[in-house]
């Protein structure tokens, strides 16, 4: 088992108003699975992927990454982990608009101190992942002079490059024509499968589904198998 979610409760207070998000999730993922969670807008998807990853901790309850409680690290251990084992494909990509595309994709490695790679490997690694998915010539352009398909692809890469061991992507192909989209989904499968990287994915399209080693619907905060 890679992950572990006990009793996740979310709670949004705004002024005197409570939304009550999420609801007792729990959830247990093992290494190299393929996970996707449907469900409806506002559901509480992206919610609950970000406390999965270990960006916003829950009102109540734990995540168990490899056994370690991460919101019981200090934030400097949950940064570290964060960067060295996790990825995180955006619902709206979090591209830095001041860096091109290839400098984007770089960033997470080279703050990660765990990974041990010269410059013109990590480079390689990063224009092998850029051709993959048809952005070899953009490698140059800033954020704002790309598609919003292609963002997303950039974003998926930059998800990649760091080799996680557990890749969370919220919504990866919500603005791919069905084919680019198509390929983003055999990429990951392809690196699922090599690489025993474990994929938790979040969608409303439930043709991803089908992908999918184990499906679970979230809907009025609970999850069902
Ligand atoms: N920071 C926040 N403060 C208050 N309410 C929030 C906050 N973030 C999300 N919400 C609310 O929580 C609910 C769940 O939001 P979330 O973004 O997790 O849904 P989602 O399932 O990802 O939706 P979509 O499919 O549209 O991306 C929504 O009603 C949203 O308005
Ligand atoms: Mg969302």
Redesign the pocket.
């Given at each position: 088992m890679i992950l572990e979610a006990r009793n996740i409760h979310?709670i949004?207070?705004?002024g005197k108003k409570e939304?009550h998000?999420l609801k007792g999730i729990d959830l247990t993922i093992d290494i190299g699975r393929f996970v996707v969670i449907v469900?409806?807008?506002?559901?509480?998807?992206?919610?609950?992927?970000?406390i999965l990853g270990g960006l916003d901790s829950p009102t109540k309850g734990q995540v168990f990454f490899a056994g370690r409680d991460i919101y019981g690290l200090t934030d400097t251990s949950l940064s570290k982990l964060r960067n060295e084992k996790i990825g995180f494909v955006f619902?709206f990509y979090h591209l830095l608009s001041e860096f091109t595309v290839l400098e984007n994709v770089l960033m997470p490695a080279l703050i990660n101190t765990g990974l041990r790679m010269r410059r013109d490997a990590l480079e390689r690694k990063a224009l092998g992942l850029l051709e993959k998915v048809g952005l070899i010539q953009r490698i140059t352009h800033f954020p704002v002079q790309l598609s919003g398909g292609e963002q997303q692809r950039v974003a998926v890469v930059r998800g990649l490059i760091n080799e996680p061991e557990i890749l969370f992507c919220?919504?990866p192909t919500g603005n791919l024509d069905s084919k680019t989209g198509e390929e983003i989904i055999s990429l990951l499968k392809r690196i699922n499968l090599e690489n025993k990287m474990t994929v938790v994915l979040?969608?409303?399209n439930p043709e991803l589904a089908k992908i999918a080693d184990s499906i679970y619907r979230?809907q009025d905060g609970v999850l069902e198998n």
């Open positions: 979310k949004y207070t705004n939304l998000v469900g409806p807008s506002g559901a509480g998807k992206s919610t609950l992927l970000h619902q919220d919504e979040v969608t409303h979230l």
